[in-house]
């Protein structure tokens, strides 16, 4: 009696359908891969401009409770323009303020003129900032990004005479510090603008 192999290997059929499905289970492991990698990379520029959203707004607070004014001295001012960039605000802020000294031997008198505005790069908006010591450095310093991943930036006055939060203001004219300083912007989260805004107070007089 002859004893006939069950053993008949694979089909030609069989395995185009094993590869088949080789390749769409890989495709989808590489495809849920990259979109876990994408997530994170979102996950973390986000984390990043949200902390650099924080430090500048702060900045911009603990300066202005230390801006500085005397209609005596030209050296001193506070001075906030309205613009706009297509329809979207896009202020800019400049104020004499006290800075604290960094401690590394060089001259300063500890009172610097900051400015802060919006420029265009690569078709993206940046938040820059300068600063100056009004009496040892010279009048070419260089500006710096502060803030990246912004679409607008709002700088208010509150303006104590009349009661009312106006867009401009020059201590040449107006002859005091705004009361209180308000600051809006809207960074880009996931293609979205998102609003964040910080009040801020004066702590110093000026006259």
Same mark, same amino acid.
């Given at each position: /009696?002859?004893?006939?192999?069950s ?9 185009? !359908? ?28 986000? /984390?990043e401009?949200?902390? $650099? ?10 300066e ?7 209609r005596? *001295? ?6 906030? $323009?309205?613009? *706009? ?9 400049? /104020?004499?303020?006290? !800075?604290?000294? &960094? ?7 500890? !009172?610097?003129?900051?400015?802060y ?8 908006? @940046? ?5 100056? *010591? @009004? ?6 310093? &260089?500006?710096?990004?502060? /803030? ?21 203001? *020059? ?6 510090? &705004? ?18 805004? @910080?009040?801020?107070?004066?702590? @110093?007089?000026?006259?």
């Open positions: /009696m002859s004893v006939t192999s053993n008949r290997g694979f089909t030609l059929l069989e395995i185009l !359908i094993a590869l088949v499905l080789l390749g769409i289970l890989s495709a989808a492991l590489y495809g849920s891969y990259f979109t876990v990698l994408r997530a994170r990379e979102r996950a973390s520029e986000g /984390m401009a949200r902390r $650099e959203l924080g430090s500048t707004l702060d900045l911009i607070r603990r202005f409770a230390a801006a500085k004014f005397d005596n *001295d030209k050296h001193l001012r506070f001075v906030v $323009e309205d613009r *706009d960039n297509f329809g979207k605000p896009a202020s800019s802020l400049e /104020m004499t303020t006290l !800075i604290p000294s &960094p401690g590394a031997g060089r001259k300063e008198s500890g !009172i610097s003129a900051v400015r505005r919006l420029v265009e790069k690569d078709k993206r908006f @940046i938040l820059t900032r300068r600063e100056q *010591d @009004i009496f040892f450095e010279s009048p070419d310093a &260089p500006e710096y990004p502060q /803030m990246e991943r912004i679409s607008d930036f709002l700088v208010e006055c509150y303006d104590s005479n009349s009661a009312k939060w106006v867009r401009s203001w *020059d201590t040449a004219l107006n002859y005091a510090l &705004p009361a209180m300083l308000r600051v809006t912007v809207h960074v880009l989260e996931d293609g979205r603008p998102v609003e964040f805004s @910080i009040l801020a107070h004066s702590r @110093i007089t000026g006259s």
